[in-house]
């Protein structure tokens, strides 16, 4: 049962490129998202959020939209630049007491 | 401000033997995740601890894995006895508040490998 969907395990793109991270829930209950960063070896870290009552959230390179009627958002990251080369999460919870559920991730690949 | 503190990073055993994993969450933070990660695949929670009491465990196979967190502060996730589908890295997560809408502080995980 995948409430979580990130159906791209990998994209590559250029550096100075924009890059969009995809992510499909299936739980209209779920009233808050988050994006995970993962480098090898170490643990995914916190990079941006979006609660249910906004459409969009900005936080310098990295832009976080939802489209709720569509249970869609997605990570925009522009410029991309080689450092961003990571694992993302997409994740979903609520404030019903729902826990946390994250996606597969996607494997960004950023060509210097 | 220290992370999330985890040990060990790697283990190797043979199936049917037992393991045990270690985590210091953040200093002041209540709430205490255990998360399952098997390869090419997003983390899943088995466990999450408010203070030293268990709000979620629906997830935890509780015929060979328990977890428990003393004194509302460290906590010990043990497998007994291993099976080679626990092959995965067991990340510890902690946050500040109660409900699930804040950010998760992750450890860097500890590394199965069941032979």
């Known amino acids: 049962d995948q409430q979580v969907k990130q159906n791209s395990p990998s994209l590559s793109v250029q550096e100075g490129r924009i890059s969009i991270l995809n992510c499909d829930y299936t739980?209209?209950?779920?009233?808050?998202f988050l994006w995970y960063k993962k480098y090898p070896a170490e643990g995914p870290t916190f990079l941006i959020s979006?609660?249910?009552?906004?459409d969009k959230n900005e936080d310098g390179r990295f832009t976080v939209f939802l489209n709720k009627s569509a249970k869609h958002l997605s990570l925009h990251i522009v410029p991309s630049q080689p450092g961003d080369s990571a694992v993302y999460f997409c994740?979903?919870?609520?404030?019903?007491?729902?826990?946390?559920?994250f996606g597969a991730g996607t494997r960004l690949f950023v060509k210097a | 401000e220290a992370g999330v503190a985890q040990s060990p990073r790697y283990k190797i055993i043979e199936k049917r033997q037992s393991v045990a994993f270690w985590c210091n969450p953040i200093?002041?933070?209540?709430?205490l995740y255990w998360y399952q990660q098997i390869l090419g695949q997003g983390p899943k929670l088995l466990i999450q601890?408010?203070?030293?009491?268990?709000?979620?465990d629906s997830q935890l196979p509780k015929d060979r894995f328990s977890a428990e967190r003393l004194k509302g502060v460290d906590s010990t996730l043990k497998i007994q006895p291993a099976k080679l589908e626990d092959s995965a890295v067991y990340l510890c997560?902690?946050?500040?508040?109660?409900?699930?809408?804040?950010?998760?502080?992750f450890g860097e995980g500890s590394r199965l490998t069941v032979l």
């Open positions: 997560a902690s946050s500040q508040g109660q409900g699930n809408t804040g950010e998760l502080f």
């Open positions: 739980n209209s209950m779920f009233d808050y």
């Open positions: 979006i609660s249910s009552i906004k």
């Open positions: 994740a979903a919870s609520g404030t019903g007491g729902f826990k946390t559920i």
């Open positions: 200093s002041g933070h209540a709430t």
């Open positions: 601890f408010q203070n030293n009491g268990v709000v979620d």
